[in-house]
């Protein structure tokens, strides 16, 4: 019999990455949107799977409309992926955060808990919810400090899905999912704000990238590699929370040099603080500038995690290295705006 999935978020980069995913492992695929969304199917065409998915109206503020996804649709998994998931966005909107990311998965809980207990879920943890964290690299026993209103949201999710599966005898586990990027990432994020307008400025489109704080440091992995590990945790014997990550760290100021490169620029830095720029030495143009107005509040400089144990217990490590991550992104972006 056909397995079938519930994906929240499922228009968002990991939703549709996972979606072609569990496809390919002959799932029946529903996916769960905001029906006020829009529904912005661009990913799910990027990837040509748009017409393989289901989509259904799911609305995660709004209990008695997941309970009777849940029990018209009866999956087997639900994975949840949906959040409003820019953190500075959190800062601005603390409640709605609140309400989506927090609430709304403790709401699906609940329903699992009414409906079928059978069912397994995934929460989509981050790694934002470590924050202030007292040591590097992260693991899965690291104290968690978020210093934002997203990483407070989450963390309560998380927390519910620890208490679903030690109270309530559920499969809920989690992944802290360190940031990873793609090709399919929002311009509303500073990975793909790099690419884009780098690659505009390339083919003399754009002006300078504005960025905040250069030195502030992720562990930047592939989109794609992670669902993997997310599916293979689902399919565990029994649940538990695994930090996924590449385990190396690398600076916006690094990550905006690769992406540079990919483009045809090679970038010399002039200045210091807030008056840094970056120029391209074949042109003395100046392609990356700071605009204080982009600073994180409460930015952490460094976060990095340790997977050991989802290498251990999974069998998963991520594939793609940095550089051809970047690199990917850029040439992509190049690709969409030439056409």
Known sequence: MTRRALVTGITGQDGAYLARFLLEKGYDVVGGSRASSGRNLWRLEALGIEREVRIVDLELLDSSNIVSVIEHEQPAEIYNLAAQSVVSSSFRLPVLTGEADALGAARILEAIRKIDRSIRFYQASSSEMFGDAPESPQSETTPFRPRSPYGVA??????MTVNSRNADGLFACSGIV????SPLRG??????KITHGLASIALGRGDAVELGNLDATRD????????????????AERSDDYVLATGQSHSVRSFCEAAAEAVGFRLVWRGSGTDEV??????GRTVVRINKEYYRANERISLVGDATKAQRELGWQPRMSFADLVRMMA???????RR
Do not use: I
């Open 154 to 159: 989450k963390l309560y999710a998380h927390w």
């Open 178 to 181: 360190f940031n990873h990027e």
């Open 187 to 192: 311009l509303e994020f500073v990975t793909r």
């Open 220 to 235: 930047w992995g592939f989109a794609a590699d992670y669902v993997e590990a997310v599916w293979r945790m689902m399919q």
């Open 278 to 283: 970056a120029l391209d030495t074949k042109t």
């Open 331 to 337: 040439e992509e972006d190049l690709r969409r705006l």
